[in-house]
């Protein structure tokens, strides 16, 4: 994985073979070396937790300023810092959870705010072309919690969707992968017209049935993830049930709706999956949280 992102040192190109030319006087003035764990926005982020980064669209790298970082007579070709003593990629191999993430919380629904405009700054202001997330619950409830780009590029036990635009600017869904689906179980049985798999909590109690006609849009870890969900309910006490979304927005390929106490899922033929009837009946009452954890499943199955 790219951590130590060295400034651009091609040969410079323009009329005077310098890189200058008359459309920007500007476009070489410092050119930092950046870090690779430390995003700035949504396509960096895709970049930093695929290990993909190139130079652009990161933070400066700090190494350099620490006096005991900088590794003497580098080459060209070598880092000139040293990453491994770095304190960002300390904090990054810890892999630490997203900070303030709510409590009983599957599904976050990630928008985009830009930094506030310094006031009497222009092309120098630091926070132009700043954002930070702004978490959400799934029915667009603004949590008040607030994360930075690099805060996600580094946590474990997240998946995230796409990107996508609507009226309130860019956002995205974060659902978080559930710690006790490896106790949970799946069990899976073929008939002629249709797959069912019974979901079993830890302990081997039935906690959901699941139908599927056609292909099967989900892996067996999609499963065992929604099992988990649905046991860490427990004996909640149910809330009225709200109207299930007809879609999750910027999830492209699924429909939900609901018929009594079974839940369908409709996937429509895409890239990873054919198209498929999911039809899920949870033994817990229907309920926001059933609903939160039939969002998230999709959420998963759509993540990148």
């Not at 920007?24 to 995003?39: E, I, K, M, V, Y």
């Not at 400066?60 to 300023?65: L, M």
């Not at 990054?92 to 006031?119: G, I, K, Q």
């Not at 699924?254 to 839940?263: D, H, I, K, Y």
């Amino acid at each position: 994985m790219p951590i130590y992102l060295d400034n651009p040192h091609d040969n410079p190109r323009g009329p005077d073979g310098q890189g200058w030319n008359r459309l920007s006087l500007n476009a070489h003035f410092d050119t930092p070396a950046h870090c690779g764990l430390r995003p700035t926005r949504f396509a960096s982020l895709f970049e930093a937790r695929t290990g993909r980064q190139r130079w652009g669209g990161y933070e400066r790298c700090v190494g350099a300023k620490l006096a005991s970082r900088p590794v003497p007579d580098a080459s060209p070709d070598t880092p000139r810092v040293r990453c491994g003593a770095c304190p960002v990629y300390q904090n990054a191999r810890e892999h630490p959870p997203v900070p303030y993430w709510p409590d009983h919380s599957v599904l976050l629904l990630a928008r985009v705010r830009d930094w506030p405009r310094t006031p009497g700054m222009w092309i120098a202001d630091p926070a132009a072309g700043r954002s930070r997330v702004h978490l959400h619950t799934w029915q667009g409830q603004d949590t008040g919690v607030t994360v930075d780009w690099p805060d996600l590029a580094v946590a474990a036990g997240i998946r995230m969707t796409w990107q996508f635009q609507d009226q309130d600017g860019e956002a995205f869904w974060i659902v978080r992968l559930n710690p006790g689906a490896e106790q949970t179980a799946v069990h899976t049985k073929i008939y002629r017209d249709h797959t069912r798999h019974v979901l079993y909590a830890p302990g081997a109690r039935r906690i959901a049935g699941v139908k599927c006609h056609g292909a099967c849009a989900h892996e067996d870890w999609h499963l065992r993830h929604l099992a988990a969900d649905l046991a860490d309910l427990g004996g909640a006490t149910p809330a009225a049930a709200p109207d299930l979304p007809e879609r999750l927005p910027g999830v492209p390929f699924f429909s939900l709706s609901r018929e009594g106490g079974a839940a369908t899922i409709k996937h429509t033929t895409s890239r990873d999956f054919g198209a498929s009837t999911m039809i899920v009946e949870a033994q817990a009452p229907t309920s926001p949280a059933v609903t939160a954890a039939l969002l998230a499943h999709i959420a998963r199955v759509a993540a990148w």
